[in-house]
């Protein structure tokens, strides 16, 4: 919006290009969702507390939980409206890209937002059935899966990249170019998640992702950068910094308020969404290995829920003390600070190393 509105006014002052550069509008999308986030953060905290939509908390999990019971939750919607303004301010609008992660991210928003509705206002301990959440989710992803593949001009854009190797890549048919983006996107909205388990655990991770996958977006929308790094050049995917930095900035401002001992929960209503931004972004920028290697910490939330079950329905012991992963450490007796503070150290690294696969080749 802003932007049309620059070039509009570029003509009378010349200076008004300076918001033509992603980066320019990248460094402003992070700054508006923060202020954004902090602006409203504690008037949305006041508002949930007044209508008492406080998280329900389990009683066979670690004890240490218990105090949260009634802390206002939901608080992810304020990620979403903090993304959507600033993404619709500083991208362009006119690029396709920009539409369809911006409506994924909020339609996987709506699904998580009908599931905390009927479990914290209903009090309905079911909320959404897992059928319809599974459902839904699988349209959203899907649609996205067929729009990017059908709209898609170049064999670079429906090809898998293989990450390390020069020139290693697959060419995708419509089945399988399908199939991968689908669960990418499903499953990472779902591995984010099981991981929201404890107080800014799920999102200083997802703003150390969303932030990389903003430097691939860059890199591989800019024809000099692809061609040296050797990554697949794919106009237009630039505007997703702009994107990506909306993400950063809106999950910094809800950190604010959401690190321990926490102030508000985000919810499925944002962890569903954040999910799915990131892995419809990963899609895009053809880095769905590399998503898997920075997501590593998401990657072991969701295999330590697979293995738990698994586990206990064939042989009726469990692996682990609790799933996910998180409360397993709990249970051995670590803080929950501590549990937070070392995934989030093994994000960074995870994240190096995807970063490191820009000059690995």
């Given at each position: 919006m ?12 010349p ?6 550069y ?6 402003l999308?992070?700054?508006t ?49 903090a993304?959507?303004v ?5 991208a ?49 992803g899907?649609?996205a ?20 190797f020069?020139n290693v ?12 983006s ?17 107080d ?12 990389a ?19 697949p ?95 397993h450490f ?6 929950e600070?501590?549990?937070i ?17 820009l000059?690995?080749?």
């Amino acid at each position: 919006m802003l932007l049309w509105l620059t070039e509009l006014l570029a003509t009378y002052f010349p200076s008004l290009t300076v918001f033509q550069y992603l980066t320019v509008r990248g460094i402003l999308g992070v700054l508006t969702a923060l202020v954004i986030s902090l602006v409203i953060g504690p008037v949305m905290i006041r508002k949930l507390s007044q209508y008492q939509i406080g998280q329900a908390v389990r009683d066979d999990g670690p004890q240490t939980h218990l105090s949260k019971a009634g802390t206002p939750t939901m608080g992810g919607a304020l990620i979403l409206v903090a993304i959507a303004v600033s993404t619709l301010l500083w991208a362009d609008l006119g690029n396709r890209y920009v539409w369809i992660t911006l409506l994924v991210t909020l339609l996987f928003g709506a699904v998580g937002w009908v599931d905390d509705y009927r479990k914290v206002v209903e009090r309905n301990p079911r909320g959404l059935p897992a059928r319809w959440k599974y459902f839904w989710q699988s349209l959203i992803g899907a649609g996205a899966a067929i729009a990017l593949f059908y709209s898609s001009s170049m064999p670079q854009e429906t090809s898998l990249f293989v990450p390390f190797f020069k020139n290693v890549s697959l060419a995708l048919g419509p089945v399988l170019f399908i199939l991968l983006s689908y669960f990418v996107i499903v499953g990472s909205s779902n591995a984010v998640n099981l991981t929201d388990g404890l107080d800014g655990l799920a999102i200083m991770p997802t703003v150390m992702v969303a932030g990389a996958l903003g430097i691939f977006a860059y890199a591989s929308g800019h024809a000099q950068f692809a061609n040296y790094l050797l990554i697949p050049q794919l106009p237009g995917t630039g505007e997703l910094i702009v994107f990506c930095c909306a993400v950063v900035g809106a999950g910094l401002g809800f950190l604010w308020f959401n690190t321990y001992p926490a102030q508000v929960f985000m919810g499925d209503v944002g962890a569903l969404a954040l999910g799915a931004a990131l892995g419809v972004v990963a899609v895009i920028v053809r880095q769905e290995i590399v998503l898997f290697i920075m997501g590593g910490v998401f990657v072991m939330e969701t295999i330590s829920v697979i293995l738990q079950v698994a586990s206990y329905r064939l042989t009726g012991r469990r692996i682990f003390r609790m799933a996910p992963l998180h409360h397993h450490f709990e249970l051995k007796g670590w803080p929950e600070p501590r549990v937070i503070v070392r995934f989030w150290v093994v994000t960074v690294v995870l994240v190096l190393i995807g970063l490191a696969t820009l000059k690995i080749r």
